[in-house]
């Protein structure tokens, strides 16, 4: 049973730092591209960033470029997301999703096999 939990959100105010972590068992995890979703309340869920199997590869959503970085570390089957200079508009839920053998699309949220259930991020002002 293929399961994505992530962990590391919280509370923290605006300028601040979190780093979320997605925990991967059940599947062979160097063989997926990982990807990181949010959704915000009232709003659909939108892409926040991906990486490659290999790490090789990253991928950012313009309203987090330069802010957000991804990285993985396969011994451990975990993906990360370090999150800088935090602002109230990244509040939301933040999901990660794996892709068997990445996408050429890892924008799309429906290109994506697994999610985890979410880990909420609250910027207060």
């Known amino acids: 049973q293929v399961q994505l939990v992530e962990s590391g959100g919280g509370l923290v105010q605006a300028g601040g730092s979190l780093r979320l972590s997605c925990a991967a068992s059940?599947?062979?995890?160097?063989?997926?591209?990982m990807g990181w979703f949010r959704q915000a309340p009232g709003k659909e869920r939108e892409f926040v960033a991906a990486?490659?199997?290999?790490?090789?590869?990253?991928y950012y959503a313009d309203s987090v470029k330069g802010r957000f970085t991804i990285s993985r570390d396969n011994a451990k089957n975990t993906v990360y997301l370090q999150m800088n200079s935090l602002k109230p508009e990244d509040t939301a839920v933040y999901y990660c999703?794996?892709?068997?053998?990445?996408?050429?699309?890892?924008?799309?949220?429906?290109?994506?096999?697994?999610w985890g259930q979410g880990t909420q991020v609250t910027v207060s002002s």
């Open positions: 999703a794996a892709v068997l053998l990445g996408t050429v699309h890892p924008g799309l949220e429906n290109e994506y096999d697994y």
């Open positions: 059940g599947l062979s995890f160097v063989s997926y591209a």
């Open positions: 990486i490659s199997w290999s790490g090789g590869s990253t």
